[in-house]
């Protein structure tokens, strides 16, 4: 019979058994080997060991590539990737005393002339790679260090406040001298300072024989770990190219606790049990637990749903990234990136169930132990020990099974496999029942190799649950459409709560008014409940008046887990006779976990000592019903009779995956209809914003299971999206809880500001809530303001031990029990309250190991074991705090390096981009909130930088906060990295070269200009800060000064500072600030008009969307959603032309999104959401590609049904319009050439879409935006618009509508007809998106000096008049210019330069390199002045033009206009005239480059002074480029660099 071919996965288990034989062979002790090596072994001692015939190296090692387990060199070579398992100890592994033998790699790009950012780009990416070669001493150059290192890496134990030296001594072995041309630090940090000679400039020679000393001394004041990558540059006689030698210091502080946590051994990813194929067992089975008496019937069957196989091996390829396509995983890929619909509801659902359990298996795989030892107990028991059972790793309940066997029988071919099922589970002792042959053999410590399992009973129970709600037709559940209207009580009915601090609430009231009422049937009712806002009150006092205004009704309370189950039960107890309550609880928990206040009511008979399940005639008598949801699955299976329960509350739906959530519904609910007017409620409360379901899958939480079905409406369904025009929910559907009774308001304020749109109140207690106001350790300035929360920096190291993947973090630790001390044992001592119970205090970490350390630590400590009802302290995960509050929460976050962020964020762990955690974390606490954090690494996620600078603001951070300020989050910019890991995590092909994109930054943008010496050399000269100023210095000092005058006629920089930044992005101001002081004393809450036609800014709607589905073709359905609400709307986008003005600002939004600002490829409506949606809309090419997939999906099929509600519906792509009709069902696209328009924005083509308005008949229309530019260009055309216009402005509490017709018509009345038009014109001269702002002058100062000099007015209403500049206009702006800056005798800007210079110098007159001048302080000079008007007057002719659809203009770089064109891309022309003249070109070799970097530095501060700015400072580099005229192609002649 011929043997069936190998599959992938046959080859890739079998490949990874390999290189496990053959290293615990000895044959493979590094992780690098010759193919042809490995192949020998394979084929000589391991492939034959089989009695079946095993795929040929080559297969093997394909499959191990293609899962990316190793990596293949085309030289032969194989490199074992960590993901094998195997652990290569390389502890003794570093540099040799004598050179490297070690070959150079071949894509070495080290050469002369790198600048910061460039080396350390090259050598990070060497890092990942060739970290041995960059750590080997090289070319008879040894470097010996004390202390001594060890694989490169130098460790320092440093004492608080003292300073620790390290020594390194570079010696020279060899016959030529080494010349050291560099010693520098990639990620120095504040405590270091690296002392050494060694310059460019100043290079040391290292003789033959000699030694140069190198000293990096450390001083802290803070406990922490401090790391150092330090580079040694040196280059030989002979060349010209040098070479790095790499060390990696770290100084650490230590306690004797540090040493008690310490990890017991080095880590090592866990190796999971190679199972030998084609082994032969027997499986025993032992004594299953006793089920108890039950007498439910099971009516409706339950099916296995096993995973179907080609599910699995989808599961197994998607886990290697093997991509290998097949008809099944090519229908598979189809069904994932299908829309959800009731049409493919079960079949998506069964397929994101079947993902999930395959994860299941695989995960469950890594608890797997070998020689595990038990011992005899009670009854034919057998005991096994499993360390964390009690929290769940692994998840092991009381009838769950395991299996084992003899672990002296693991290499044989033939053994027994023995199956045992758990019968009691006592913290991490498990006790299971096994087969009698086992025991027979049995004697005490026999060792097993032990295999867990997984309770696929709920995964049985939600896979039902979807099969039946698709069977029984129950959409009104899921995809709800609209309310019967149908009410179970009378609308004058009042109800008298039982909870009467309940009527003081009038959110709470009015959810349960409208849960009693039904109204929202057959759609559920949502409860949005955010944290501390008596969510689970407002519920269980729902329940208890449905009970008592309809004391026949039978309701169904459920609860995602046993604790929260309980709670429901113990808040109902009190007012509901126990006879009418019934709480159901799985045979699988212990009894006395159960509370003693709700025993009397469970299912629990003594007498036999378990659990017993009625029969369904019993139950039927109760009222009420608590189960948990999966609970409810015997419900289900008994059959009760359709429409028995009248409702069903689940509480933490947000907590549950859809299909748990329906587990109570599909069987036991039946939804209202016309043929059922008496159909049941589902109420679902919960918070999207807070902990979803907790799930294994990656590939099913990406393709939806993570959602929840409360989330999923709340986010998709209109019924239950905020109405813009109340800016609220429809209370009919949902209610949204405001009063927060359990924080202090400013641990409430970011979260609340962050994810319940700052509408939450807080409610607490105030006594209570105070109560750590005025704690003494409280840094100082938070006591000053009552500030109860401190955000404590600590720069400390990511640990990980044995083979527990999971970290911890010594040095938080500590600062943990330091706060734990002054809260539980000193407080007493020292006054400011009562001593703090142990059971107000938790301690949240998102890290098991974190947990685990901390409990030890508290158990070790003689202070905190001594202290009664310690144990009442929680310690826990984020997870398990959920619901919970306490008086003082401490967080230790743990993460210190920025290693393993993108893992954290991959699989859901720690706190960084992971939202929901850190919004449940900073929740819980009632009056003190301690994080404890390294600022660096937390400040790269948005909502963590948000929270820091919070704190720092109102005084409340302390510990080492140094270099939190100079973090932006982002590693694109090298030359400003603040912290490197000492470790970098590889990525890419072992061997291959590291291709990065080229992405532009700001450093390299610096702008720069020509300029030529009276020599005829000509050079590059960039702007500096002060570089300006030293040449004028220069002038002054020179035998005879140059006229300070004559100077100052000149830009002397290549972009004006005071309109544009270093970069050439023009200066921006606050835009908005004019139309709010226009507005100041105006009405603008109207009503809404009706029949209004509605026209939306597209791309700023785009840009606020929150609760993103995952898909671009459900963002695109979502937003539709929002627009036939409207009955009569159009949606109107930009276009992105290249060469346009817009483009130049563009830009600068793209720069500042940085990576995220990509060009990504839309396939079609199933390309998956880019994880950073703002980032993926800053770039022209998505944009584009998006509102062309908008035209796609809304002239679709599933669009037919939205349009239909629609009485007009026009969409605008690149300047097309099209009316969109929904006919026969289909959509019908028309054009409306009347509308289309080459304008570019939005802005300017609203004037065109209402003047359409206005002919079709509209009296009304109402434009949505925030865009000022919208709001100016309307009021100047409003008056020759006949329709009344409104602006719809603001959004969440701050939403106003405008009616722009009237407010433009009173300007005109009140200050002239010219009026609006000379506002237009002042608008876009003092700076919007395509004009510079004057720094530091804004627009209301200034509009309230125009109107002050109202003889300024017509030289600003006539810009834009013509296309070309009016001479007496720009003469005109000259002198209003010099008014603004406090001027007004003048009428030239550059003899006010002058003066102002002379007053900055001071008294003495006496300008020197000291002297405190700013020339971005100066009015530009009339050089640059005068293309500036230029681009203004170009820009409000365009603006005054916006009524025509075709405009005949001049091109942006035509003469006159104030643009140039450079490189495909319009660039402003800064000056009309050389930006220096030729007397300083001269003398800019006078200047010491020392002078210039120094001086830099210094002005950093000034320039964040500027409060109305929004610009960047970034390092120099280099500040002139000189070359030959002859030759300006060629290298560089001279450089002059400002080095780091």
Avoid at 118 to 141: A, F, G, Q, S, T
Avoid at 322 to 333: K, L
Avoid at 778 to 788: G, H, R
Avoid at 920 to 925: G, W
Wanted: charged letters at 25%.
């Amino acid at each position: 019979m011929a043997h069936q071919p190998h599959d992938f996965g046959d080859a890739l288990q079998i490949g990874t058994q390999y290189f496990h034989f053959a290293h615990s062979q000895g044959r493979l002790p590094q992780p690098l080997a010759n193919r042809f090596y490995l192949r020998d072994i394979y084929n000589e001692q391991f492939r034959y060991n089989y009695d079946s015939p095993l795929p040929n190296f080559s297969v093997v090692l394909f499959a191990l590539r293609n899962a990316h387990m190793i990596q293949v060199h085309p030289s032969g070579d194989v490199k074992i990737m960590h993901r094998m398992g195997i652990h290569f100890d390389t502890s003794a592994d570093g540099p040799s005393e004598g050179p490297s033998t070690r070959p150079e790699p071949t894509d070495v790009k080290f050469r002369t002339g790198m600048n910061f950012a460039e080396r350390w780009k090259e050598i990070y990416r060497l890092l990942r790679d060739h970290r041995e070669w960059l750590v080997d001493n090289k070319l008879d150059v040894t470097v010996i260090s004390k202390p001594e290192e060890k694989n490169g890496r130098i460790q320092m134990a440093v004492s608080l406040g003292q300073e620790c030296t390290a020594n390194l001594s570079v010696r020279n072995q060899g016959l030529s001298p080494v010349q050291l041309r560099r010693v520098e630090a990639g990620n120095l940090l504040h405590v270091f300072k690296i002392k050494s000679d060694a310059s460019p400039e100043t290079p040391f020679d290292i003789q033959p024989g000699a030694t140069y000393l190198i000293k990096v001394c450390c001083l802290t004041h803070y406990s922490g770990y401090f790391p150092l990558t330090l580079a040694l540059e040196l280059i030989g006689a002979d060349s010209e190219t040098p070479f790095y030698i790499l060390r990696f210091l770290s100084a650490f502080t230590q306690s004797e606790l540090s040493k008690f946590l310490a990890p017991t051994t080095p880590y090592h990813p866990r190796v999971r049990q190679v199972v030998q194929p084609h082994v032969q067992e027997e499986l025993l089975f032992g004594q299953r637990l006793c089920p108890g008496e039950s007498q439910l019937e099971r009516s409706i069957p339950l099916g296995n749903y096993f995973c179907p196989p080609h599910v699995i091996e989808f599961a197994e390829m998607s886990r290697t990234r093997y991509q290998f396509m097949t008809r099944a995983s090519s229908e598979i890929r189809g069904e994932l990136a299908a829309p959800l619909t009731f049409r493919n509801y079960w079949s998506k659902f069964e397929l994101l169930l079947h993902l999930e359990e395959a994860q299941m298996k695989e995960d469950i795989l890594q608890y797997s132990r070998e020689d595990v030892s038990m011992t005899k107990a009670e009854r034919g028991l057998l005991k096994m020990e499993v360390p964390d059972v009690s929290e769940r790793r692994p998840s092991v309940l009381r009838g769950d099974y395991v299996d084992v066997i003899q672990s002296d029988t693991r290499n044989r071919f033939s053994r027994n496999r023995f199956r045992g099922y758990v019968h009691h589970v006592e913290l991490d002792v498990l006790k299971i029942n096994f087969h009698q042959r086992l025991l027979n053999e049995f004697i005490d410590n026999m060792t097993f190799d032990v295999t867990f399992t997984f309770n696929r009973l709920p995964l049985m129970v939600e896979h039902r649950s979807v099969e039946l709600l698709k069977r029984d037709g129950l959409v009104d559940f899921v995809f709800p459409k609209e309310s019967h209207g149908s009410s179970y009580m009378d609308s004058s009915s009042r109800l008298l709560y039982y909870d009467r601090k309940l009527e003081g609430n009038p959110e709470q009231c009015s959810a349960i008014q409208h849960i009693v009422s039904g109204i929202s049937r057959p759609a559920p009712y949502l409860l949005f409940g955010p944290p501390g806002t008596g969510k689970t009150t407002t519920m269980v006092e729902a329940i208890k008046q449905v009970l008592k205004y309809q004391p026949t009704t039978h309701v169904l309370a459920c609860a995602t887990s046993n604790s929260a189950a309980d709670l429901l039960c113990q808040n109902l107890v009190p007012h509901i006779d126990r006879r009418n309550l019934y709480r159901i609880i799985a045979r699988s928990r212990s009894w006395e976990d159960v509370p003693q206040d709700i025993k009397q009511c469970c299912n629990w008979d003594p007498d036999i000592g378990e659990y017993i399940y009625p029969s369904k005639n019993d139950l039927m008598q109760y009222n009420l019903l608590v189960v948990t949801l999966v609970t409810a699955g015997r419900l289900v299976s008994a059959g009760f009779p359709p429409g028995h329960f009248s409702h069903v509350f689940v509480d933490e739906a947000a907590h549950a995956i859809e299909p748990e959530c329906l587990i109570p519904v599909a069987g036991l609910l039946k939804p209202m209809s016309e043929d059922n007017l008496t159909g049941g409620q589902l109420v679902l409360a919960g918070d999207p914003k807070q902990l979803g379901p907790i799930l294994r899958s990656s590939l099913a939480k990406k393709n939806g299971l993570e959602m929840s079905l409360l989330e999923r409406l709340m986010t998709s369904n209109p019924l239950y999206q905020r109405r813009e025009e109340e800016s609220a929910y429809d209370i009919k559907f949902v209610t949204k809880l405001l009063n927060n009774y359990r924080s202090h308001p400013d641990i409430l304020k970011v979260p609340n500001m962050m994810f319940y749109d700052d509408e939450l109140k807080a409610c607490a207690d105030e006594i209570l809530r105070n109560s750590f106001c005025n704690w003494e350790r409280l840094p100082k300035a938070a006591l000053k303001k009552a500030f109860p929360i401190i955000f404590h920096g600590i720069l400390g190291k990511d640990e990980r031990e044995e083979s527990n993947p999971s970290f911890f973090n010594i040095r938080e630790i500590e600062q943990v029990l330091y706060y734990l001390k002054e809260l539980l044992c000193q407080k007493a001592k020292k006054g400011g309250g009562a001593k703090l119970s142990p059971k107000e205090v938790g301690i949240i970490t998102p890290y098991r190991k974190q947990v685990m350390k901390i409990r030890q630590a508290l158990k070790r400590n003689k202070e905190f074991s001594s202290l009664n009802n310690i144990t009442e302290l929680k310690v826990g995960s984020v997870e398990e705090f959920q619901g919970q509050e306490r008086r003082v929460i401490i967080i230790s976050t743990v993460r210190s390096a920025t290693e393993y962020l993108d893992f954290d964020k991959r699989f859901c762990l720690g706190f960084i981009q992971n939202p929901k955690r850190f919004n449940v974390a900073l929740t819980r606490a009632k009056a003190l909130l301690i994080v404890i954090g390294n600022p660096i690494t937390l400040g790269k996620d948005e909502n963590w930088r948000t929270f820091i600078e919070y704190c720092v603001s109102n005084g409340g951070a302390t510990g080492d906060m140094e270099g939190f300020q100079g973090s932006d989050g982002g590693a694109a910019d090298l030359s400003q990295i603040t912290h490197r890991m000492d470790r970098i995590k590889l990525e890419g092909n072992f061997f291959d070269p590291n291709k990065r994109k080229n992405q532009k930054t700001m450093l390299a943008s610096r702008k720069k200009v020509t300029l030529t010496r009276s020599q005829g050399t000509v050079i590059q000269y960039r702007g500096q800060s002060n570089l300006p100023i030293l040449l004028l210095v220069k002038s002054q000092n020179q035998d005879e000064p140059l006229d300070m005058e004559e100077l100052m006629k000149y830009c002397l920089m290549p972009v004006p500072p005071s309109l544009g930044t270093p970069d050439g992005f023009f200066r921006k101001t606050n835009k908005a600030a004019m139309m709010h002081y226009l507005l100041k004393n105006t009405t603008r809450s109207l009503p809404y008009p009706e029949d209004a036609l509605f026209i939306q800014d597209g791309m700023a709607l785009l840009h606020v969307l929150r609760n993103l589905p995952p898909t671009l073709g459900e963002i695109c359905l979502q937003v539709l959603d929002q627009m036939v609400a409207k009955k009569h709307f159009l949606f109107s986008t930009d276009s992105y032309h290249p060469e346009s003005i817009k483009a130049k600002e563009r830009l600068r939004r793209q720069l500042e999104k940085k990576d995220s600002s990509e060009m990504i490829i839309i396939a079609g409506p199933a390309t998956r959401r880019p994880d950073d949606f703002k980032g993926f809309l800053a770039n022209d090419d998505n944009k584009k590609q998006l509102c062309q997939l908008l035209l796609q999906v809304w002239s679709s099929q599933q669009a037919v049904s939205r349009l239909e509600r629609t009485d007009m519906a026009v969409l605008i792509v690149e300047g097309e319009a099209h009316q969109l009709i929904s006919s026969n069902g289909k959509v019908e696209v028309r054009e409306l050439t009347t509308i289309c328009s080459d304008q570019e924005e939005t802005d300017t083509r609203v004037v065109l879409y209402l003047h359409h308005a206005a002919a079709l008949g509209y009296k009304n229309a109402v434009v949505k935006t925030t865009d000022t530019d919208i709001f100016m260009i309307l009021l100047y055309h409003a008056h020759t618009i006949k329709l009344t216009i409104y602006l719809d402005m603001g959004s969440g509490k701050h939403r106003q509508l405008l009616n722009l017709s009237e407010f433009a018509e009173s300007l005109r009345r009140q200050k002239g007809e010219d009026y609006c038009a000379t506002l237009l014109g002042f608008y876009v001269f003092t700076g919007e998106d395509c004009t510079s702002s004057f720094k530091g002058k804004g627009k209301v100062r200034q509009l309230e000096k125009l109107e002050k000099n109202p003889g300024f007015q017509e030289a600003f209403s006539q810009l834009g008049d013509d296309w070309n500049i009016k001479p007496q206009v720009l003469r005109q702006l000259e002198q209003f210019t010099c008014l603004m800056y406090e001027q007004s005798s003048k009428s030239s800007v550059d003899v006010i330069r002058t003066k102002l210079l002379w007053e900055m110098v001071g008294e003495d007159n006496k300008l020197t390199s000291k002297s405190k001048v700013e020339l971005a302080h100066l009015p530009p000079c009339h050089s640059a002045l005068k293309p500036h008007v230029q681009r203004v007057n170009h820009r409000v002719a365009l603006f005054k033009r916006a009524h025509k659809p075709r405009i005949e203009k001049p091109k942006p770089d035509s003469e006159g206009q104030g643009w140039t064109l450079i490189d495909g891309l319009l660039e402003p022309v800064w000056s009309c005239g050389p930006v220096l003249p030729a007397s300083l070109v001269d003398l800019l070799y006078c200047i010491d480059p020392e002078e210039v970097d120094s001086k830099d530095e210094d002005s950093k501060d000034e320039d964040s002074k500027d409060e109305e700015e929004e610009e960047d400072e970034f390092d120099t580099d280099d500040f002139i480029e000189t070359r030959s005229s002859e030759e300006f192609q060629t290298n560089t002649d001279l450089e002059w660099r400002a080095d780091r």
